[in-house]
């Protein structure tokens, strides 16, 4: 058999490092949602970009599929290897390769993540600000154009990313972007392949930009009595300008589901939670400001965190807000999605999908990164219940119907993977046609992480 012969010359390649065992396999073939448990055929585990290279090379020659995995913390089945295959757990390529510190850039390997970077960063008085909430590998966050609670003030992956190596479906290695920070010079390559999840190349280094440790910062959270006043909090915050590194949003449901997991005793009520970076002055005159417009949207309960072990607690608690509202429905699965719209469209987009899942009958606490009009929702539903998935995906589909219709997109930073294929034409229209295009030129074969993201072959 073909994937037989792959398998053997994979296995003289990697040795040890080739895992077929079963454990190892249904490890890595499990989503964190709904997906079903689909284990590729084997494991690698590449300690080099130069194994990865011939490790593609070999599943080119076989045509066996490729699929690249950091933590598998995705949430639309990026990871998983449907049409089975290799999937390539890049754990060991986790150090840091050169950290210039005058220049506030790093370089390192795939596997690192995020909280181990920041680690090693401690001492130098720089931070990388990308924090998508699970400790999610640097290679995988670039893959899915990850972001997180921190994107409304740093931004993205797209724009902490200012170069890639990338391993090729023919096995060819290239390097895209340069350490300065603008270049005119030709296509934007290290943007092609940020957020392609892994259907271009394997990335097997990322230089990335890094920012100043703030001099001071507050948090604070502070609750209202509607999700309308809250957004509309939101709105006039990003409209008077004021620099926040978070603004979050919990629904009632999302603080109900935290007093229940983590002994809060947040009232069960809508919430922002927010933070300020800056200096000592500057901080303090933005919580000022900040105050103010709670008070004209019927803030309430407002209770700021100064110390580092209150403001750590507060994230803690935000980051954890799924286990929470999974821990409400036990035994439960989940399908968790989001949508992001123009901020003037947030409390709108909000309001309805809180009255879409209320009307369902469904469990959907709604929680997210609002700053930026990106928020999510975690709908649960009974998996006895046979009809239940489907009444999940209808409300799901909805918020993208929703979200398009106000001109926004389908996901604000969990990607496509599979969960969301069948918005990719309704988005992008021909777009979505020329991404299949660049996919075909890059793969003529189709081996990296098959049936996701572009038009399927026929």
Known sequence: MPIQAALAELSTLLGQRLSLSKSDLELHGRSETYFPTTPPDAVAYPETTQEVSDLVRICAAHKLPVVGWGTGTSLEGQAVAFSGGVVVDFSRMNRVLDLRQGDMDVAVQPGITREALNEELRATGLFFP????????????????????????????????????????????????????????????????????GTLGLITELTLKLHGQPEAITAAICAFDTVDDAVRAVIDTIQMGLSMARIELLDAETAKAFNAYAGASMPE????????????????????????????????????????????????????????????????????????????????????????????????????????GNFHSVIMFDPADQAALERVKAASNRMVERALAMGGTMTGEHGIGVGKMGYMQAEHGQGWQVMGAIKQALDPQNILNPGKMVPPRN
């Not at 003030?153 to 190596?165: F, K, P, S």
């Not at 920070?181 to 940020?194: E, M, Q």
């Not at 004209?296 to 799924?322: I, K, Q, S």
């Open 130 to 197: 990308v924090d998508p909430g699970a400790n999610a590998s640097i290679g995988g966050m670039a893959s899915t154009r990850a972001s997180g609670t921190t994107a409304v003030r740093y931004g993205t992956m797209r724009d902490n990313v200012l170069g890639l190596e990338v391993v090729l479906a023919d096995g060819r290695i290239i390097r895209t972007g340069t350490r300065a920070r603008k270049t005119a010079a030709g296509y934007d390559l290290t943007g092609l392949f940020v957020g392609a999840e």
């Open 269 to 372: 009520c809508p919430h922002l939670m927010v933070e300020f970076h800056g200096s000592e002055t500057g901080v303090a005159e933005m919580a000022e400001t900040f105050g103010a417009i709670i008070a004209d949207h019927n803030g309430h309960g407002f209770d700021w965190a100064t110390r580092p072990e209150d403001r750590n607690a507060l994230w803690t608690m935000r980051h954890n807000g799924a286990y929470a509202i999974y821990a409400a429905r036990p035994g439960w699965k989940s399908l968790v999605t989001d949508v992001c719209v123009p901020i003037s469209r947030l409390a709108e987009a909000v309001n309805e999908t809180a009255a879409d899942l209320r009307d369902s009958g469904l469990y959907g606490p709604i929680l997210g990164h609002v700053g930026d």
